[in-house]
């Protein structure tokens, strides 16, 4: 075959071979665009069964008792939103904090579970949970963590995130507000629990990103 021939044909399958990834990076930028990020798949999915959700923090449980249930009321917003289980009123808990004043404490939470009609319980052990002011200005910084997991009532056995795992899949939020906005604790707190909330919520179903551009893509 003459040389010029061929220099044609091998020139001509480069350039079909790179207009066919210029297209399929086109289409990869088009679908982005109209349907936003990929989803980001369920560390864990709950089994269907009633679930209690339960925060706490033992080492603190009397001063921390009110951030515990504000997390815990946010939380469950959260999972009935996106259908995560069927939830366990966080009612039957306190009527059961109520009645047994003194045996609550001491109770497994297997055993906390069974009584208010569980079959799993989300638990949620509460680690720090700070706001402290900004140096040199009025603005306050607010900061909290947490472990969670997901319990077997019946077994007492840890399934999520490794059975027989004491620890906990570790979750942190921290947020900031002041300045203009004339900041106050409260408001701080709950920005914090709120974006810790919907943090651990996500641990549980199919979520999409917000929709931002990645980089190398451009507007």
Same mark, same amino acid.
């Given at each position: 075959? /003459?040389?010029?021939?061929?220099?044609?044909?091998?020139?001509? $399958?480069?350039?079909?071979?790179?207009?066919?990834?210029?297209?399929?990076?086109?289409?990869?930028?088009? *679908?982005?665009?109209?349907?936003?990020? #990929?989803? +980001?798949? $369920?560390?864990?999915?709950?089994?269907?069964?009633?679930?209690?959700?339960?925060?706490?923090?033992?080492?603190?449980?009397?001063?921390?008792?009110?951030?515990?249930?504000?997390?815990?009321?946010?939380?469950?917003?959260?999972?009935? $939103?996106?259908?995560? *289980?069927?939830?366990?009123?966080?009612?039957?808990?306190?009527?059961?904090?109520?009645? !047994?004043?003194?045996?609550? /404490?001491?109770?497994?939470?297997?055993?906390?579970?069974?009584?208010?009609?569980? $079959?799993?319980?989300?638990?949620?052990?509460?680690?720090?949970?700070?706001?402290? /002011?900004?140096?040199?200005?009025?603005?306050?910084? =607010?900061?909290?963590? #947490?472990?969670? !997991?997901?319990?077997?009532?019946?077994?007492?056995?840890?399934?999520?995130?490794?059975?027989?795992?004491?620890?906990?899949?570790?979750?942190?939020?921290?947020?900031?507000?002041? =300045?203009?906005?004339? #900041?106050? +604790?409260?408001?701080?707190?709950?920005?914090?629990? *709120?974006?810790?909330?919907? !943090? +651990?919520?996500?641990?549980?179903? !199919?979520?999409?990103?917000?929709?931002?551009?990645?980089?190398?893509?451009?507007?």
């Amino acid at each position: 075959m /003459p040389r010029p021939l061929l220099f044609i044909i091998h020139h001509s $399958a480069f350039f079909v071979l790179a207009l066919s990834l210029s297209g399929c990076t086109f289409l990869g930028v088009a *679908a982005y665009k109209l349907h936003g990020p #990929a989803k +980001i798949p $369920a560390e864990y999915v709950p089994q269907q069964t009633p679930m209690l959700v339960f925060v706490e923090n033992y080492q603190h449980q009397t001063s921390v008792n009110a951030h515990a249930d504000l997390l815990g009321h946010m939380l469950v917003k959260e999972l009935a $939103a996106h259908r995560v *289980a069927p939830l366990v009123p966080l009612e039957h808990l306190q009527e059961l904090r109520d009645a !047994k004043p003194f045996e609550f /404490p001491k109770m497994s939470t297997s055993a906390i579970g069974r009584e208010v009609g569980a $079959a799993q319980i989300l638990y949620v052990q509460l680690h720090n949970s700070d706001v402290t /002011p900004m140096a040199g200005g009025s603005a306050l910084t =607010g900061q909290t963590a #947490a472990s969670v !997991k997901v319990v077997d009532v019946a077994s007492g056995e840890t399934l999520w995130p490794n059975a027989g795992d004491e620890g906990g899949y570790p979750v942190a939020a921290a947020t900031k507000l002041g =300045g203009d906005n004339g #900041a106050n +604790i409260q408001d701080v707190r709950q920005r914090m629990y *709120a974006q810790l909330s919907t !943090k +651990i919520a996500r641990l549980f179903y !199919k979520w999409q990103p917000e929709n931002e551009e990645p980089e190398g893509f451009e507007n």
